[in-house]
């Protein structure tokens, strides 16, 4: 899907998807015509970030959350609870 279309279905604009797109939150693909193209793993993650700042998340804390999520076992070894 392009970019545009992905703004119209996270609420996001296309600026903030390029952006995080260029920092690495999302790695969605190039086309032939070389415009960006998302996968529905990459609008699904886009559509966390936008609830995340809806609720006054900093990028930091999604970033932070984002890894709890997919690599729990990581962040308990390096962060031990206690």
Do not use: W
Not at 38 to 52: A, G, M, N, P, T
């Amino acid at each position: 899907m392009k970019i545009g279309e992905v703004a119209k279905q996270t609420g996001l604009s296309v600026k903030s998807i390029r952006y995080y797109h260029d920092i690495g939150l999302v790695c969605g693909g190039r086309n032939e015509a070389g415009y960006r193209v998302y996968r529905q793993q990459d609008i699904e993650s886009l559509k966390f970030v936008h609830q995340c700042r809806d609720l006054g998340f900093s990028l930091e804390d999604f970033i932070c959350a984002a890894v709890q999520m997919h690599y729990p076992a990581q962040v308990l070894v390096a962060y031990p609870q206690g």
